[in-house]
């Protein structure tokens, strides 16, 4: 009777653990599959490109804010501006100041979107060949190595980072 309770609990054991053996599991580095990728060049070029457009003329108006806070300063420090004159320029380059910092929080929120728009298409098809070598491998769960403490532990033979790379560039 205990020999046959043993074989049973073996038996279960044997049968309900099956899944357990037969997961598969890989591992990508996607930033690495992202800055090799074939369309990172160009669109790091038009990010550039944009970046630039937005910050050349915020640079313009920051130059020219900084020539009327050395002029300022020169006033104030000669004594040739009264006491309201001095509030009222103090007042002037604080509204400018204040516009400039909200104009540049615009701009990096621009470059944001803009980067984001640019690699959708990159993100998404790295998304569809990981997709497609998960499925054709059999995998269980492919996970990214590029975020750290999401991986602990993965063996060399499972990195597929190398195999999706290549059919990127088919």
Do not use: W
């Amino acid at each position: 009777m205990i020999n046959k309770l043993i074989l049973f609990c073996l038996l279960t054991f044997a049968v309900g653990s099956h899944p357990l053996m037969a997961q598969k599991f890989g591992h990508v580095n996607s930033a690495v599959i992202i800055q090799n990728h074939p369309m990172i060049g160009q669109a790091n070029s038009k990010l550039e490109a944009y970046q630039k457009s937005l910050t050349d003329p915020f640079d313009v108006k920051t130059k020219d804010f900084e020539t009327k806070y050395h002029a300022y300063i020169e006033q104030s420090n000669s004594g040739t501006l009264s006491q309201l004159a001095t509030q009222t320029k103090q007042a002037e380059l604080q509204t400018l100041q204040d516009s400039l910092a909200s104009e540049q929080d615009q701009i990096k929120f621009k470059v944001m979107q803009k980067r984001q728009e640019l690699l959708q298409p990159i993100l998404t098809e790295v998304d569809s060949v990981i997709q497609v070598i998960g499925k054709e491998g059999k995998y269980t769960m492919i996970f990214d190595t590029s975020v750290s403490g999401a991986l602990l532990f993965a063996e060399d033979g499972n990195d597929l980072t190398d195999t999706v790379q290549a059919r990127l560039k088919k």
